[in-house]
C-alpha cells in the first residue's frame, strides 16, 4: 500500500471514531456505531447499603421488608443487599440501613397504622440521617404482610435514603472541588500505546479545564485512574472506557464512562489524534461529576420535623386474613 494510501486509511479511521457513524466501503466493510466517546457520569459507585430486617415484625416478614427495600434502592442506582438478621455484619456495605416498626391500633389522632422509624448509618456505627415512614393501611393487611404494602415501603423508603447519602457526599466534598488538586495514576488495559498516550492526552485535557494535575500527594484531594477493556464483539471491537474519581483516601466519588464500537484492531497501533478526542470528551465527563447544575437525588421527604408519607391501600374485596394455626 502507498503511504499516500496509508495516509488516508488512517484519516478515515479517526473520523470515523469522531462521528462513531461512518462506515467503510468495499470488501469487508464495517460500519461504525455509537456516538462517539461522550461520557456519561456516574456518581458515588462504591456505594453500597445494608439493609437489616427492621424490629417489630415477626422475622419472616420483617426479612420480606428488608428484601423490597433492598430491590428498589438497588433499582434507584444505589447498590443494596439484605441482611437475614439485624445482628449480621454489613458484609462490604458502605452503610447500615435498620428500621423499628411501632404499631398504632389507640391513638385516633394518627392516621398511620404503623410508624416505621429508619436509621441509616456508616460503617463506624456513626448515624447518617433517620426518617419516619408512615404506613395507612387496615391492620390485617399489615399483619398478615400483603405483598403490596411490602412492595410500597420498599419504595417509599428509596427517596429518603438517596437524599442522605447524596447530602453525605455533598457535605464531605470541598466547597469547590474542582479547585482542589488532582493526582493523575495512569490508565491501564489499553491496546498499542494507548496507556501512555491517553494518560497525557487526558492530563493536557484536564489542564486545559484549569485543574490542577500534581504528583504531590500533600497538595491532592482526588486522584484520577483510566481503565481501558476492548472486547471483540462479531466483527467490531467494543471499547470501554472508565474514568474513576476518588479521594486520596480512597474513598469513591464517582465515574466518567465512554463507550463506542470501532473497527476491530483500530486501536492496536498508535493512539495519536484519538487520545486527544477521547481525553476531551472525558475530561467534560468528569468535570459533570462534580458539576451542581447536574441531575442530582431530590430532598428528603418524610423526615422527622413533618408528617411521614403516607402509603394507602384500600382493602382488597372477599379477602380474608389466613386462619389462625
Known amino acids: 500500500m502507498s503511504t499516500g494510501k496509508t495516509i488516508r486509511s488512517t484519516i478515515a479511521v479517526v473520523v470515523c471514531l469522531v462521528l462513531g457513524g461512518c462506515a ?5 466493510a464495517v460500519k461504525y456505531q455509537g456516538a462517539g466517546y461522550e461520557s456519561r457520569v456516574e456518581r458515588g459507585r462504591n456505594v453500597a447499603v445494608a439493609v437489616a430486617p427492621p424490629d417489630g415484625p415477626a422475622l419472616p416478614m420483617a426479612r420480606l421488608l428488608a428484601e423490597a427495600a433492598a430491590r428498589s434502592l438497588t433499582k434507584r442506582g444505589i447498590p443494596a443487599h439484605a441482611l437475614k438478621n439485624a445482628e449480621n455484619p454489613p458484609g462490604d456495605a458502605v452503610y447500615l440501613l435498620h ?3 411501632v404499631r398504632n391500633l389507640d391513638d385516633a389522632r394518627v392516621r398511620y397504622t404503623v410508624l416505621i422509624h429508619w436509621t441509616l448509618s456508616d460503617r463506624k456505627g456513626v448515624v447518617v440521617g433517620r426518617t419516619v415512614q408512615g404506613v395507612a393501611t ?3 393487611q399489615w399483619e398478615y404482610g400483603d405483598p ?3 412492595r410500597f415501603v420498599g419504595r417509599g423508603i428509596v427517596q429518603p435514603v438517596a437524599a442522605m447519602i447524596d447530602a453525605r457526599r455533598k457535605a464531605r466534598l470541598p466547597s469547590e472541588p474542582l479547585g482542589e488538586g488532582f493526582i493523575f495514576s495512569g490508565v491501564d488495559g489499553a491496546p498499542g500505546d494507548g496507556n501512555r498516550t491517553l494518560s497525557q492526552a487526558m492530563i493536557a485535557a484536564l489542564r486545559a479545564r484549569d485543574i490542577l494535575i500534581t504528583s504531590d500527594p500533600r497538595q491532592a484531594v482526588f486522584s484520577i485512574h483510566g481503565q481501558v477493556r476492548v ?3 462479531g466483527a467490531r471491537d467494543r471499547v470501554t472506557i472508565v474514568w474513576r474519581v476518588r479521594t486520596v483516601s480512597g474513598r469513591g466519588v464517582g465515574q466518567a464512562v465512554q463507550d463506542n464500537t470501532i473497527a476491530p484492531g483500530a486501536l492496536d497501533g498508535a493512539w495519536r489524534g484519538k487520545a486527544d478526542m477521547i481525553a476531551k470528551a472525558g475530561a467534560r ?3 459533570r461529576i462534580f458539576n451542581a447544575d447536574s441531575p442530582t437525588i431530590g430532598p428528603t421527604i418524610g423526615d422527622d420535623r413533618g408528617a411521614p408519607p403516607a402509603i394507602h391501600l384500600s382493602p382488597v374485596p372477599g379477602r380474608a386474613p389466613p386462619p389462625p394455626e
Not at 467503510?24 to 469487508?28: D, K
Request: aromatic share 4%.
Open 148 to 150: 403490596r404494602v411490602i
Open 285 to 287: 465527563g468528569i468535570v
Open 99 to 101: 428500621g423499628h416498626v
Open 231 to 233: 472486547v471483540r464483539q
Open 138 to 140: 387496615p391492620w390485617r
Open 24 to 28: 467503510a466501503r468495499g470488501p469487508g
